[in-house]
């Protein structure tokens, strides 16, 4: 079993910025894949970035204004949120893929999810 628990979400102003982080513990053995998904009232689910481990991708319109790292000692996702605007608000959700140690099986997990919310 994978726990991921999030933090980091608020309130903020536009322009402001924000820090989400989120720490994966349980049976991994290997972690290949972090992430950020966010899902807005009345819209789907979208992927805003991920991380492996030699390479990391975001959805266009957060490109220039967030950041995401990883600390794999810690097994710890960040997404350094800045010039927010208030279309970024949603709920964020924090996604591993991994591998379990207990199984050997790779499966996909998705934390609690943290709310952002921008104000104009």
């Known amino acids: 079993q994978v726990q991921l628990v999030e933090s980091g979400g608020g309130l903020v102003q536009t322009g402001g910025s924000l820090r989400l982080s989120c720490a994966a513990s349980?049976?991994?053995?290997?972690?290949?894949?972090m992430g950020w998904y966010r899902q807005a009232p009345g819209k789907q689910r979208e992927l805003v970035a991920t991380?492996?481990?030699?390479?990391?991708n975001y959805v266009d319109s957060v490109k220039g204004r967030f950041t995401i790292s990883r600390d794999n000692a810690k097994n710890t996702v960040y997404l350094q949120m800045n010039i927010l605007k208030p279309e970024d608000t949603a709920v964020y959700y924090c996604?591993?893929?991994?591998?379990?140690?207990?199984?050997?099986?790779?499966?996909?997990?998705w934390g609690q999810g943290t709310q952002v919310t921008v104000s104009s």
């Open positions: 991380i492996s481990a030699d390479s990391t």
């Open positions: 349980g049976s991994i053995s290997m972690i290949y894949v």
């Open positions: 996604y591993v893929n991994s591998r379990s140690s207990l199984y050997g099986s790779v499966n996909n997990y």
